[in-house]
């Protein structure tokens, strides 16, 4: 079981930013495609983001692509998703996932983080 650890979640204003970090061991962060999803409460589990080992990155609505940025530092063996403009909807676990697929949509995860729950209010 891969050790994915999540961290940067909190409680913020309609309009606020908030960067999430996964931190992952290296040969995961250099040769797999990492993602970021999320749960809302009482809904399912949805992709946000996710970056290739070759740096594809890819965005689940055209909505998360313009207020969310997936980034990777190898040397830090970590993944971000920065977050702007938050709005009440992005309201939601968000978890890491390390996996395969072409993009976020296609992207079959193996391992999760343990998740880290972000909330916007209005």
């Known amino acids: 079981q891969v050790q994915l650890v999540e961290s940067g979640g909190g409680s913020v204003q309609a309009g606020s930013s908030l960067t999430l970090s996964c931190r992952a061991p290296?040969?995961?962060?250099?040769?797999?495609?990492m993602g970021w999803f999320r749960q809302p409460p009482g809904k399912a589990r949805s992709g946000v983001a996710s970056?290739?080992?070759?740096?594809?990155?890819?965005y689940a609505s055209d909505s998360m692509k313009g207020r969310f940025t997936i980034s990777r530092d190898n040397a830090e063996n970590t993944v971000y998703l920065q977050m702007n403009s938050l709005k009440p909807e992005d309201t939601a676990m968000y978890y890491c996932?390390?996996?395969?697929?072409?993009?976020?949509?296609?992207?079959?995860?193996?391992?999760w983080g343990q998740g880290t729950q972000v909330t916007v209010s209005s």
């Open positions: 970056i290739g080992r070759d740096g594809r990155i890819t």
């Open positions: 996932a390390v996996g395969g697929g072409s993009t976020i949509m296609y992207m079959v995860p193996f391992d």
């Open positions: 290296p040969y995961i962060i250099n040769n797999y495609v």
